[in-house]
């Protein structure tokens, strides 16, 4: 074995370019010191104490620039990348994309798609994103210029409309700022980040209905109705009736189910193994299927125990700037924000079902003394 000659160097992001668009309508160039394949939606919404370090930055209307600043993230109404190299989204993609109408706070008004679950709220997609909400192929309205895959505050947006009921923004919404008031560099025509998948082809013919349809639904209780009503937008089986599989049966689930009670009765309910239904989510989400027994040292070794339970990943091996996880839950943006936060590493996911992967945490870090 070969012994280094000296410490090893700690991974460096390097700087990548990214259009920022400030709450007063300044409008900033600079740089953004990311990791490859970090996402910006995640980046911006995580920064310690709510600040973002900048290089290289340029205010285009004054035409000031600063070799380093550090810029006040809540400031910030959206920002998007001027290379294409930062996507605005990552791995944890739901695969079904809803196009939208954004108001923002200055009047801005943004047409784009977010990924979402079927039938989700925009409330609770909201929720789930955090500080930045992740939109594609984003184009200001009524100019049609398209801004890119942009990463807009939340606490900026005045509404967030369903863009499927409504062809045109509504009266309510103010107009676009005279183009004397718009930035004076336009965004440059591109469309990074994941690409757009049509619905129709993960959910044939209009199947997250058949997440209703069960012939048991006559004898259930009124308590067992609401849980199956719960159950029908539960990610999992919406996904589940894409490929044709029944709904868990309710009277078989407690009243507050976990992931895993409902991965298990849903596969129980249609005759399978948790480890099939696992190959239907990673299918659906273009993932592999994870290999538990493949675990290494040094990716355990990357993130805390504690983080690693909470979340339910484990972690798997590194390959070169890219940590492997295995998780039950690609939707998740919990699990790229904090895990990316803390490993400054590129995140891929595998899929492996709940109870394989709360198996593999005890095994690897020691039985968990809190409740199964």
Not at 177 to 192: G, H, L, Y
Not at 341 to 350: D, S
Request: with cysteine.
């Amino acid at each position: 074995m070969t012994t280094p000659a000296g410490p090893q160097k700690p991974l460096q992001s390097r700087p990548r370019r990214a259009y920022i668009v400030l709450r007063d309508g300044e409008v900033v160039e600079a740089g953004l010191y990311l990791n490859e394949g970090q996402a910006l939606a995640p980046y911006l919404g995580s920064r310690k104490g709510g600040w973002v370090n900048v290089i290289n930055a340029v205010w285009l209307a004054a035409g000031e620039s600063a070799n380093h600043a550090v810029m006040q993230v809540d400031h910030i109404m959206f920002a998007a990348s001027i290379d294409g190299d930062i996507p605005v989204l990552g791995v944890t993609a739901l695969p079904t994309v809803r196009e939208v109408n954004v108001a923002l706070e200055d009047g801005t008004r943004i047409r784009g798609a977010v990924h979402l679950a079927e039938k989700q709220r925009l409330s609770d997609f909201l929720t789930a994103c955090g500080k930045f909400v992740p939109v594609l192929a984003a184009r200001r309205f009524p100019s049609d210029e398209l801004l890119g895959d942009v990463a807009i505050n939340s606490s900026a947006v005045r509404t967030f409309r369903d863009a499927s009921f409504a062809a045109e923004p509504s009266a309510d919404i103010a107009p676009e700022k005279a183009p004397s008031e718009r930035p004076s560099k336009a965004m440059p025509v591109q469309r990074i980040g994941i690409p757009y998948v049509p619905p129709s082809s993960l959910f044939p013919q209009g199947t997250p209905a058949l997440a209703m349809k069960d012939p048991t639904v006559n004898d259930l209780t009124p308590e067992e109705r609401e849980l199956a009503l719960w159950l029908s937008r539960h990610w999992l089986v919406q996904l589940g009736a894409g490929a044709q599989l029944a709904p868990p049966d309710p009277r078989t689930l407690p009243p507050q189910p976990t992931l895993e009670a409902v991965w298990h009765g849903l596969a129980e309910r249609n005759g399978i193994s948790d480890s099939e239904l696992a190959i239907q989510v990673a299918s659906a989400f273009k993932l592999a299927v994870a290999n538990l027994d493949g675990v290494t040292a040094e990716a355990l070794a990357i993130i805390p125990e504690k983080l690693a339970r909470k979340l339910g990943a484990l972690p798997l091996r590194v390959d070169g700037k890219t940590l492997v996880i295995a998780v039950t839950d690609p939707s998740s943006m919990e699990i790229e924000q904090q895990i990316g936060f803390i490993t400054r590493q590129r995140l891929v996911m595998e899929i492996a079902p709940p109870a394989d992967i709360r198996g593999g945490l005890d095994w690897h870090y020691g039985p968990s003394s809190g409740p199964k």
